[in-house]
C-alpha cells in the first residue's frame, strides 16, 4: 500500500513537471514568433522569453538540467550563437573563481581545523559560564567557520558536533533548547554566506549581475567591509530574538559535564600537513582581501605590489593554492586530492546554474540585444514615483521574500537584474550599495525548505520542525530587510560611492 502511494506521488510529481517543462517551452516559443514591442530588437524579445521560462523552470522544477537549457536557448538567438554562450559562460572567470574555490576549500574542510575551532568554541570556559554564554559561542563559531566554507558543506560539518552537543546535554527532541541550536545553526549557516563572496555563490552573483548592467566592479574587499559589520548586527538581533521572544526553558542543562572536557581532548593535534593546508590558506585569503585594502597605498612599492596582484583576478589566488597543495606532500600524498575535490568538493548544480546565469547577464546586457535599455525605460516611471528609501525597501522585502521561499541563487540573479536598471533610471540610489544588500538579504533565506537543502534537512530532523522554522524564519527576515535597509545601505553606499 505504501509503495503504491509511493509510486503515485512519484508520477503526480513527474507530470507536474513534464507540465512545466512544456509551459516553460510554450513561453520561449511565443517570445521567438511574437513581434517585439517597440524599442525591443527581436532578439531582445527572444532573450527576455528565456529569462522568464528559464526563471519559471527554476523556480519550479530545480537549478540542474534548466541551467543546461538556458545555455542551449541563448544558442539559439541569432546575434549570439554558441560559441558566445560558451565563452560567457564556462569561460567567464566566475565560472572558474567559484570552481577554483570549491576544490580549494574543500582541501580545508576535510582538516581538523574546522572542528577544532567549533568545539574549541563550545568546550570554553566563557561558554560553559551560563546556556546563554553557550549558545552564543556555538552560533558564533558557525559564523566564523561559515565565512570561508560552502555553506551546505559547514551546515553538514557541524550537524555531528550539535548532535553530540545534544547527548551531553541530555536534550531530547522536543525540548525548546534544543530546537533553538537547531534554528540558530540554520540561521547562522545562511547568513555567514552572505558575509563573505569566499566559497559563496550567493552574493557573486549579484555582484556578476551588477558588472554586467553597469561595466563596474564591487571588489570583494568594499562588500566584506559593509557585510560582515552588518552580519554582525544580524546575529545580535537574531540572539536577542531568541532570548526574549523564544526564550527557551535552560533548567538541568549540566554545562560542566566532564564530556565536554573529554570531547576537547579528544580533537587530535594538527599534523604537519593540516598546518600547511591552514597556512596556503591564510595565504589565498590574504591575496583576496588585501589588494583592495592596499592598492591605494601611499607607498609606491606596496600599491604597485597589490594593484598587479589585483590585476590577475578573484580566480588566480584559489588556482594558485590548489597548485600550492598540489605539490605540497605529506606522507608522500599530495595535501589535495583533485579527484576528491572535483567530485566530492565542488556543488556542480550550483556552478552549471552560475554559468547559465552568467551569459544569461551578458545577453541582457549586450548592446546589439538591447534589453537593459528596455528595461530601464520600463521602469523608469514606476521608480521616478517612490522615494529612494520605499525603492531600496521594496527591492530587499522582494530578496528577502523570495530567498525564504525559494532558491537563494534565483533571488541573488533575477533582483539585481531588475534593482540596478531601476536604481540606475532613479538617480537617486546607489547601484552598487543595492546590489550588496540583495546580495546579502539573498543569502539569509531559511524559513521554507526550497531555499536551501539543509534547511528541509533541519525541518524533519525531529530537532525542530518546519512550522518554527518557517516562523522565525519570516521574523528573522523582516529584521534582516531592515537591518539592511536602514543600516546596511548606508555603510555599503559610503563605502562604494
Request: charged fraction near 10%.
Amino acid at each position: 500500500m505504501d509503495e503504491s502511494k509511493e509510486k503515485k506521488k512519484l508520477m503526480t510529481k513527474n507530470e507536474k513537471q513534464f507540465i512545466f517543462t512544456i509551459i516553460a517551452i510554450l513561453i520561449m516559443l511565443i517570445f521567438f514568433l511574437a513581434p517585439a514591442p517597440a524599442n525591443l530588437s527581436a532578439d531582445g524579445m527572444k532573450v527576455l522569453g528565456i529569462f522568464i521560462a528559464i526563471l519559471f523552470l527554476w523556480i519550479t522544477i530545480g537549478i540542474g538540467w534548466p541551467s543546461l537549457l538556458c545555455l542551449l536557448a541563448l544558442a539559439l538567438v541569432p546575434s549570439l550563437g554558441m560559441d558566445y554562450v560558451l565563452k560567457n559562460s564556462f569561460g567567464n572567470s566566475t565560472f572558474a573563481f567559484l570552481l577554483f574555490t570549491f576544490m580549494f576549500t574543500y582541501a580545508f574542510s576535510q582538516t581538523g581545523y574546522v572542528r577544532k575551532i567549533a568545539l574549541g568554541f563550545v568546550t570554553s570556559k566563557f561558554a560553559r559560564k551560563s546556556p546563554w554564554r553557550f549558545a552564543f559561542c556555538f552560533f558564533a563559531a558557525v559564523i566564523i567557520i561559515g565565512l570561508f566554507m560552502s555553506p551546505s558543506v559547514l551546515y553538514f560539518v557541524i550537524l555531528p558536533i550539535l548532535e553530540e552537543i545534544y547527548n551531553i546535554l541530555g536534550l531530547k527532541k522536543g525540548d525548546k533548547y534544543a530546537s533553538m541550536l537547531m534554528i540558530g545553526l540554520v540561521f547562522c549557516t545562511s547568513l555567514s554566506s552572505g558575509m563573505t563572496p569566499i566559497a559563496h555563490v550567493f552574493p557573486v552573483l549579484s555582484m556578476n549581475v551588477y558588472q554586467s548592467l553597469t561595466g563596474a566592479t564591487i571588489n570583494y574587499g568594499q562588500y566584506m567591509l559593509f557585510a560582515i559589520p552588518t552580519g554582525i548586527l544580524i546575529f545580535a538581533a537574531m540572539m536577542l530574538v531568541f532570548r526574549f521572544l523564544m526564550n527557551p526553558s535552560t533548567k538541568g542543562l549540566n554545562l560542566q559535564s566532564n564530556e565536554f572536557d573529554k570531547m576537547k581532548k579528544e580533537i587530535p593535534t594538527a599534523t604537519q600537513g593540516e598546518k600547511t593546508i591552514l597556512g596556503v590558506f591564510i595565504f589565498v585569503i590574504a591575496l583576496w582581501i588585501l589588494p583592495s585594502l592596499l592598492k591605494g597605498s601611499s607607498v609606491a612599492w606596496i600599491s604597485n605590489l597589490f594593484t598587479w596582484i589585483d590585476d590577475f583576478g578573484t580566480a588566480m589566488p584559489p588556482l594558485l593554492g590548489i597548485i600550492l597543495l598540489s605539490i605540497f606532500k605529506y606522507e608522500k600524498k599530495p595535501l589535495i586530492s583533485l579527484n576528491d575535490a572535483m567530485v566530492k568538493g565542488v556543488s556542480w548544480p550550483s556552478i552549471i546554474m552560475v554559468s547559465a546565469t552568467l551569459v544569461l547577464g551578458a545577453a541582457m546586457t549586450n548592446s546589439d540585444i538591447g534589453l537593459t535599455t528596455f528595461l530601464s525605460s520600463s521602469i523608469q516611471p514606476i521608480t521616478n514615483g517612490l522615494a529612494p528609501i520605499l525603492l531600496i525597501l521594496l527591492f530587499a522585502l522582494w530578496a528577502g521574500l523570495q530567498s525564504n521561499v525559494s532558491s537563494h541563487m534565483v533571488t541573488a540573479q533575477l533582483v539585481p537584474t531588475i534593482a540596478v536598471p531601476a536604481a540606475l533610471a532613479s538617480g537617486s540610489i546607489s547601484a552598487a550599495a543595492i546590489t550588496a544588500i540583495i546580495g546579502l538579504i539573498a543569502s539569509t533565506g531559511s524559513a521554507a525548505p526550497p531555499a536551501m537543502p539543509y534547511v528541509a534537512v533541519a525541518g524533519s530532523s525531529g530537532w525542530t520542525d518546519s512550522s518554527k522554522l518557517l516562523k522565525y524564519g519570516f521574523l528573522m527576515m523582516i529584521i534582516i530587510i531592515l537591518i539592511a535597509s536602514f543600516i546596511g545601505y548606508p555603510i555599503a553606499n559610503s563605502i562604494m560611492s
